[in-house]
């Protein structure tokens, strides 16, 4: 089983910046999917950004260009640096991760943190 535990979340000002971290507690083989997901009161939870093997990654639509997901594989852990921070991006963000190199559908990803809150305003 891995634990993943997400850090860096916090209060900023819209424009601001923030990085957030997920550390896993062991080695995840480097080729597996990981993402982010965020989560706002009331809403559905939202696929944020994808990294793939071979660092091939993907974001959803309204954070391109703003958020950057990366991923230290000798640290274990994985990354999303988040600029031009709006008010819409707050909400709780969650790293997951899987033991597949494809991961179209949430429910590809076994392993969830336990969220870190970011607030903007």
């Known amino acids: 089983h891995v634990q993943l535990v997400e850090s860096g979340g916090g209060s900023v000002q819209a424009g601001g910046s923030l990085r957030l971290s997920c550390t896993a507690s062991?080695?995840?083989?480097?080729?597996?999917?990981m993402g982010w997901f965020r989560q706002a009161p009331g809403e559905e939870r939202e696929r944020v950004a994808t990294?793939?093997?071979?660092?091939?990654?993907s974001y959803t639509g309204s954070v391109k260009g703003r958020f950057t997901i990366s991923k230290d594989n000798v640290k274990n852990t994985l990354y999303l640096q988040m600029n031009s921070l709006a008010p819409e991006d707050t909400g709780m963000y969650y790293c997951?991760?899987?033991?597949?190199?494809?991961?179209?559908?949430?429910?590809?990803?076994?392993?969830w943190g336990q969220g870190t809150q970011v607030t903007v305003s």
């Open positions: 997951a991760g899987s033991v597949v190199f494809s991961c179209p559908t949430s429910s590809d990803f076994r392993y």
């Open positions: 062991r080695y995840i083989n480097s080729g597996y999917c």
């Open positions: 990294i793939l093997r071979y660092g091939i990654t």
